[in-house]
């Protein structure tokens, strides 16, 4: 029930939308959301659009991932040729 | 699926799990405390890719876990008033009460109804106008924003023969009340869907009052192992603070409308919680306004005596002090099928998610 999955909103009419997860389709209400347009990404819950989900967002976690690993990645290989730790 | 897919990169996770390890000098436990968590990290298995110095605990995550019976007993004895129609999501309805179930009920005749959301109880109210329908209303903060929005539709729409039960918790109280108990953690895996609507203020006096680090997290594998990462710097650091992993849904202000609507429908009071007993201010009542709605004030019924099971020990559980597989039931006489406590009925308990994910 605490569920909530991303949804893409597919179509809007007056308070509520149509929104897909995947294949399936389901409705969602806007009443607790505003500035919800078609092509969103929202979070739904229990039938609630609750949050809109930030591509930008999402692209920045996933590039934080590989940014960090890639300094990880540089600190060991100075770590393995200088003998130091680094901390 | 967008979103999803590339949060569960096996190769990042790993990646991650190598410099969790790497950067961890000392010891730390730290808790989820949503039930959404709970579930992920048994489905994915995160504590077997962690190193031996991080231990994760389950809190009172889980809303069905937490509520009391006497909330079951008491839906259970509205459900037996002649013209009353039930509506509740799926999670509630295997519950054990005092003595029997919703689920019995229901095939013993009484008009139960499981519903997605508190807009399909509406639904049913509008077609069955000679009865009363009484929506049983339970969740965090993220649930209860829909819960105020359906009272107030039924208020706008003039519609009399709906209710609600509430059972709505909010988190913080829960949260404080752990640590003040004592329980050993150093960090909260913060619950990132209560976080969408509350924003993140509500944990500002954790690391403050004290010291508890604390990142509100998503729930990918990826972003429950970045979420440790970011805890154990924070530690290590000793810098614990407020942030956000979980940055594509969450902000600081959090969802203004649905807080305003909430505060709008709801006032607080005190509630029980298994395992914590009564918190101050950590429920959620319907306000005078929206009385004839709240099915508390306005349906008479005797839920009767109260009777808890010997031997389940879900409020221990619930509390990071036990684990399931501490409980002498988990397995052999309580399981998802046959269950005894109400962590083990619904997918986000503790116990389930054990049981489903991690039984060896
Ligand atoms: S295994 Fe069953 S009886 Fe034991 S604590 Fe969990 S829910 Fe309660």
Redesign the pocket.
Known sequence: MCLSIPARVDQIEGDMALVSVGGARYRASLQLLDGVSVGDYILLHTGFAIQKLDPQEAEETLKLFDEFSELNRQLDDEELSSGKRIT | MKYMDEYRDHERVLRIAGEIGKISARKWAFMEVCGGHTMAIQKFGIPSLLPESIRLLSGPGCPVCVSSRRYIDQAVAYSRINGVIIATFGDLIRVPGSFTTLEKEKAAGADIHIVYSILDALKIAREHRDKQVVFLAIGFETTAPGTAAGILNAYHEGLTNFMVYSSHKIMPPAMAALVEEGVRIDGYIAPGHVSTITGTSIYRHLPGRYGLGCVVSGFEPLDIMQSLLMLVKQMESGKPRVEIQYRRAVTEEGNMKAKALMEEVFETRDDWWRGLGVLPDSGLAPREKYRYLNAEVMLVADPGPVREDH????GE?LRGIKE?RD?R??GSV?TPVN???A??VSNEGA?HAYYRYNRS
């Open positions: 031997g389940c020990i879900c559980i399931p409980c039931l988990f309580c269950p005894v406590g962590c083990m116990c």
